[in-house]
């Protein structure tokens, strides 16, 4: 993918945020503040997928989720096109839905050629609502209900099984299932604690040490036809080492389950792969992440003198952080003379709850005057009672007033899939931008949504 340039007007401006800043002719998403469509346009305003970004928030509200189109469907077909090009055997590439769940999301994967890796029956129903076929479909979690699991075979997707409990299940329930086995890989990577799996102590997955245990019980289950083995070492990983020890370990499993007559066609290699954040996150290209992990695979299987099984992958973030950002109105501020001043926006720790939850750390910019020289250090706080609820400590922006539209960089992931109505705050709207065109994808909640679910017992209604 050739894209266009786009000048660096000041590295000291909002504008230094721009995608290609560093003139590479490939520009991977993963590795971009901004969605790559980002421009300046002639207001001095951000414009992302030919939509200006004030007049988006004019007509749709803040806090709003811009949702680049041309910057989802890049990393879909690099992923892909990656997948082909380095690994000569059969390869499906799954979007990780937990990122963002919704149904433009999964539909767009879909139409670009990806499967769909769901971890609950809500996820489930949502792809299945997007339209996206149950042979492509993969649901994952370390505590399945009785009734996913029934939901997960009637509709005919494959079930990665986590655990013990689960393989029992599904032996009682007795229907015959696609399942894969996901193994703990006892792999460390650098992340955040909370977001590493592939460590031995993990809430997920078998233990290696009962691998025997495991293909000796699941080969003599008539039900089960297990076609593939998987693991995730975690997430927001920046190195390769550990994606490409991770082929050969599983490499081994497959020859292990051979010993016990299982025949391993599938192996999926889970997500992972980092995007950037701030200036200083340095994750490796989407090219280069799958080309790590199709040698790894390829040669192991060479030395082992195995066929090559079908290889997935199942990124999340990569697909979907960089091609989103939020767009909110500054509102108060307040200054504390020699400690700091807070700007205030209309969301925070509902729409966003990444800062607090894994102290990650955030780019913005004043989106109606990008070329604004960068003078100030302010903390941007969010509305919510909380004094824990702050976007990013230390933003550097230009001087802002109320009104002005702050343009947070990177939030495709994870922030919509785990927001929340703390404070009662309506979820924002999310929209589609594509060609200077904006499509509503999700709707802003009402206050009437917000006490949908509510019940209040007749002796108190009278009050
Ligand atoms: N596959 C499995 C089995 C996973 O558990 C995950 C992420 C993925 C794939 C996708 O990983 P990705 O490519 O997105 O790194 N809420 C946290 C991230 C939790 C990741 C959970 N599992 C955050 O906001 O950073």
């Not at 939509?51 to 709003?64: A, E, H, I, T």
């Not at 879909?110 to 996820?123: A, H, K, T």
């Not at 000796?216 to 550990?242: D, K, T, W, Y």
């Not at 802002?400 to 960089?409: K, S, Y």
Request: aromatic letters at 6%; proline letters at 6%.
């Amino acid at each position: 993918m050739v894209s266009t340039f786009h000048p660096v007007e000041s590295e000291n401006s909002g504008t230094g945020y721009l995608p290609n800043a560093n003139n590479t002719l490939v520009t991977s998403p993963n590795q971009e503040l901004l969605p790559i469509t980002a421009k300046v346009n002639e207001h001095d305003a951000l414009e992302i997928g030919g939509c200006d970004v004030p007049s988006l928030v004019k007509q749709f509200g803040s806090p709003l989720y811009i949702l680049d189109e041309e910057t989802l469907r890049t990393a879909c077909r690099q992923y892909r096109e990656a997948m082909q090009r380095y690994y000569p055997g059969e390869s499906q590439v799954l979007y990780a839905s937990k990122a963002w769940s919704c149904l433009a999301v999964c539909a767009i994967a879909f139409s670009e050629g990806l499967g769909i890796d769901i971890v609950s029956g809500g996820e489930l129903y949502t792809a299945l609502k997007a339209g996206v076929t149950p042979d492509k479909l993969y649901l994952h979690g370390n505590n399945k209900s009785v009734q996913e699991l029934k939901e997960a075979i009637s509709s005919g997707c494959a079930i990665v099984v986590d655990n013990w409990q689960e393989l029992h299940n599904l032996v009682a329930i007795g229907d015959s299932t696609r399942i894969m086995l996901r193994l703990t890989p006892g792999i460390e990577c650098h992340t955040h604690e909370y977001i590493r799996t592939g460590h031995l102590d993990s809430k997920f997955g078998f233990d290696p040490n009962q691998l025997d245990e495991v293909f000796a019980f699941v080969s003599q289950q008539e039900c089960l036809n297990c076609i593939g083995l998987h693991a995730h070492i975690g997430s927001q990983i920046f190195e390769r080492q550990p994606h490409q020890d991770l082929g050969g370990v599983m490499v081994q499993w497959i020859k292990k389950a051979a010993e016990y007559g299982l025949k391993i066609s599938e192996l999926n290699v889970g997500g992972g792969l980092g995007i950037r954040y701030t200036e200083s996150d340095d994750p490796p290209s989407i090219d280069e992440w799958v080309q790590t992990i199709c040698h790894a695979v390829k040669n192991a299987c060479t030395t082992e003198n195995l066929p090559l099984p079908k290889l997935l992958c199942e990124p999340g973030r990569s697909l979907v952080g960089s091609a989103c950002i939020t767009a909110y109105t500054i509102g108060s501020s307040k200054v504390i003379p020699e400690i700091r001043t807070y700007i205030a926006v209309d969301g925070g720790m509902s729409d966003n709850p990444r800062p607090i939850t894994y102290q990650s750390v955030y780019r913005a910019a004043i989106a109606n005057k990008m070329s604004a020289p960068l003078t100030q250090t302010v903390t941007v706080a969010g509305k919510h009672c909380e004094s824990g609820d702050i976007l990013i400590k230390n933003a550097t922006l230009p001087p802002t007033n109320p009104g002005d539209i702050l343009a947070v960089m990177a939030t495709g992931a994870y922030n919509y899939s785990m927001a929340s109505n703390y404070n009662r705050l309506p979820r924002p709207a999310a929209v589609l931008v594509s060609n200077g065109e904006a499509n509503l994808i999700l709707q802003r909640e009402t206050y009437q949504d917000l006490i949908r679910f509510d019940r209040l017992p007749e002796r108190l209604s009278s009050q």
